[in-house]
């Protein structure tokens, strides 16, 4: 998979770094999504995600999956490779369309105890690395509606300080200290909602607009 460009202008026209990398789904990719069904693969090993309904599939920026807000999400089960305790990234493009008020979360993609990132209701972005001395880190400035924006977040515990990260758009917008590892989690890997194990998310944990390529590394990068 090294060198393929897909997706929102080609992920920005950059090889996909691969050392680490165990989720990349890509709407674009037609190995990752065919354009119909509700099948979509991590095309990193053998794991099939499942839309939680028909009709997701959005075919602007060369195909984007669309998320309506009330219960739409991909549910990817459990393996152990996305059961990641000492270092981790999460990566990926989201298009939020609303603002959905206060305390209504909107998630790129979560593994409810080990690690998170969303929108929270004032447009930052929050990342969680769950189970460590503080899980939450947040933005320092805020994304915009309907825009695209590459968000992403990074923790290493053994990385000493200012060891998890967040990013937009490549840029470094906060680094915080944080100790401890991450624990361990039977719930799906899912995207466009939080992950409970269930149906849905919490209340209002739903994903307005659209989301494009997504990553989740063994390790931290740096800008991702």
Do not use: C
């Amino acid at each position: 998979m090294a060198g393929v460009k897909t997706g929102i202008s080609g992920q920005i026209n950059n090889n996909i770094v691969t050392d680490g990398l165990v989720f990349y789904i890509d709407p674009a990719y037609k190995i990752s999504y065919p354009g119909t069904g509700t099948s979509v693969e991590n095309t990193i090993f053998s794991s099939t995600g499942t839309m939680s309904a028909t009709g997701m599939f959005d075919t602007s920026n060369q195909g984007t999956f669309a998320f309506d807000g009330t219960g739409d999400n991909i549910d990817f089960a459990d393996n152990s490779a996305y059961d990641i305790t000492d270092a981790v990234s999460v990566f990926g493009w989201m298009y939020v369309t609303l603002d959905k008020g206060a305390g209504q979360n909107q998630y790129l993609l979560s593994k409810q105890n080990l690690y998170d990132i969303f929108i929270t209701h004032n447009l930052y972005v929050a990342f969680y690395a769950k189970n460590i001395s503080q899980p939450a880190t947040y933005s320092l400035s805020a994304i915009s509606i309907n825009n695209w924006f590459y968000v992403g977040g990074t923790y290493d515990k053994d990385a000493g300080s200012n060891n998890t990260k967040v990013y937009i758009n490549g840029v470094l917008s906060q680094e915080l200290t944080r100790t401890g590892a991450m624990g361990s989690d039977d719930n799906p890997v899912r995207i466009g909602s939080y992950s409970n194990g269930g149906g849905g998310g919490g209340s209002g944990w739903d994903m307005n607009g659209n989301i494009g390529p997504t990553k989740v590394y063994n390790r931290a990068l740096s800008a991702g």
